[in-house]
């Protein structure tokens, strides 16, 4: 497993978001969390990138513990997140939150640098054309798009995603899939936050699904997608 979690607790106060969740990650797989509203799946995310302080439990990356290493050891070992709501810098140009992405690098001048940032234009060629323009005018698809292509930049072995499709029309919701899969097939692996089941259900290999801060369930994704209780609660019945 590149990412084992095992009996994480995290608690906001009195209020307890996650409790007791164990998973693993496996190398080269997208993984999937999927869960209503208000059932801990960014605070899992946010756990997981250092945002959070763990309650109880254990993070295992790499072979390495990190439950309590800051955010900023954690991308130097290659986690990195695109968070939920775009996240991007407004004032800075596209160009400019690219380069923020990839801040813990010493190799910013290097040929391999100039390879990654050409991957991600490749990826997603409108970041290419608006490298100038400020990253607060763009549309909201194209946000998302610049906050996964930042996360990219910092050269992660795991890309922890939260929520990529939300706010997004039908046609580019699955447009953000497809690169999603891409991203995964050139040798990253993928955890996913996603409120979107069906879609995430489809091209995931494990998933999870969390109800009230607990896993009830977990199988791969073609597995869960054919549960009548799964496809009761959360993907519309069909
Ligand atoms: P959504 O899909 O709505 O973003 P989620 O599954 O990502 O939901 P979390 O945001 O992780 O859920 O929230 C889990 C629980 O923790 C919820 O009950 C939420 O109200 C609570 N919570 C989240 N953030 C905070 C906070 N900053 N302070 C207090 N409670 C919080």
Same mark, same amino acid.
């Given at each position: ?94 160009? *400019?939150?690219?380069?923020? @992405?990839?801040? =813990? ?5 290097? #040929? +391999?640098? !100039? ?66 899969? *891409?991203?995964?097939?050139? @040798?990253?692996? =993928? ?5 979107? #089941? +069906?879609? !995430? ?38």
């Amino acid at each position: 497993m590149l990412l084992e979690v095992k009996g994480l607790s995290v608690n906001y106060g009195h209020i307890e978001a996650i409790r007791d969740i164990s998973f693993g990650v496996a190398e080269g797989t997208i993984t999937t969390l999927i869960g209503a509203n208000g059932a801990g799946k960014t605070t899992t995310l946010k756990t997981l990138s250092g945002l959070r302080k763990v309650r109880e439990g254990k993070v295992t990356f790499d072979g390495k513990d990190i439950t309590d290493l800051s955010p900023e050891r954690r991308v130097k070992l290659g986690i990195s997140q695109s968070p939920e709501g775009r996240g991007c810098f407004p004032a800075m140009t596209v160009r *400019e939150n690219l380069d923020m @992405g990839a801040y =813990v690098r010493s190799d910013r001048k290097s #040929a +391999a640098y !100039a390879q990654d940032l050409d991957r991600v234009y490749e990826l997603f060629p409108r970041l290419k054309e608006r490298e100038k323009q400020a990253a607060g005018s763009m549309s909201g698809g194209e946000q998302q798009m610049l906050a996964i292509g930042r996360a990219l930049m910092a050269r992660p072995k795991l890309i922890l995603l939260d929520e990529p499709s939300m706010g997004l029309a039908p046609k580019l919701i699955q447009q953000i899939f497809s690169i999603i899969t *891409e991203i995964n097939q050139q @040798g990253t692996t =993928v955890l996913l936050v996603e409120q979107n #089941a +069906a879609q !995430a259900l489809k091209r995931s290999h494990e998933a999870h699904i969390l109800e009230t801060g607990e896993i009830v369930r977990s199988g791969s994704g073609k597995e869960l997608a054919g549960d009548p209780a799964v496809k009761a609660a959360y993907l519309g019945g069909d």
